[in-house]
């Protein structure tokens, strides 16, 4: 069965420095989502993003997120000067253009470290 | 706007317990309501899903129905399992629109 995969599992970065989360969601899947999930909290929508741009963002998504789709498969969060804040669970997520039922697949999420 | 608001947790049954997680939401419109799992250490899982309303969803023993009179969906299960300790998020989402999440509710069966 197909499914959203996503590197690195763990990333372990210092204050101030730029991290690239990757990932590769379902390959005829059209939306794609970034979520955030602070230790014991709920799960934060981040971005969405359709036909090579963002179509909703939220307040979360400051200047320091930006998010790509450079080669057609990869879909990449880009956080450009990390904050202690910044550390998080972040899942990505795939939708079908079809899916009428809303239904996004989320991938397994990377465990981001800021110390 | 949009929220999703669950019973506070955790919570912690004994095998073969009633299971019973509560669920409301606020919306504009007729989401579709979802819910979530996450096992320790993993990332979340789709469970179960309801488009519209009076809809049940179920899935592996749980069920949640759709009401909009009460905008609940509350999940529910007959006999939990051990295997079931995870922690349960309830979901709802508009056409392309971001996926809105409740709390989470950790659950804890033992045996």
């Known amino acids: 069965e197909p499914e959203v995969t996503q590197t690195p599992s763990h990333q372990v970065t210092q204050m101030g420095q730029e991290v690239i989360l990757r990932c590769v969601p379902i390959?005829?899947?059209?939306?794609f989502y970034w979520y955030r999930q602070i230790l014991g909290q709920k799960v934060e929508f981040l971005v969405s993003?359709?036909?090579?741009?963002?179509?909703?963002k939220s307040e979360i998504f400051d200047d320091q997120f930006s998010v790509e789709r450079p080669d057609g498969s990869n879909f990449t969060l880009k956080i450009r000067s990390t904050k202690l804040e910044d550390s998080a669970m972040y899942f990505c997520?795939?939708?079908?253009?079809?899916?009428?039922?809303?239904?996004?697949?989320f991938g397994p999420g990377t465990r981001l470290t800021v110390l | 706007g949009d929220s999703v608001t669950q019973m506070e947790g955790p919570v912690t049954l004994s095998e073969e317990a009633f299971l019973t997680i509560n669920c409301t939401y606020t919306a504009t419109g007729y989401p579709s309501l979802f819910w979530y799992v996450q096992y320790p250490g993993e990332g979340l899982q789709l469970l179960l899903k309801?488009?519209?309303?009076?809809d049940k969803g179920s899935n592996k023993g749980f069920e949640a129905t759709y009401r909009k009179e009460t905008t609940s969906f509350h999940l529910e299960k007959g006999s939990v399992q051990v295997s079931d300790s995870a922690v349960y998020f309830c979901a709802l989402s508009h056409n392309n629109n971001d996926m809105r999440f409740g709390a989470g509710t950790r659950l804890t069966v033992k045996p």
């Open positions: 997520a795939s939708r079908h253009p079809a899916g009428g039922h809303n239904e996004q697949f």
């Open positions: 390959s005829n899947h059209l939306y």
């Open positions: 309801a488009t519209k309303a009076d």
């Open positions: 993003f359709y036909n090579n741009e963002i179509s909703e």
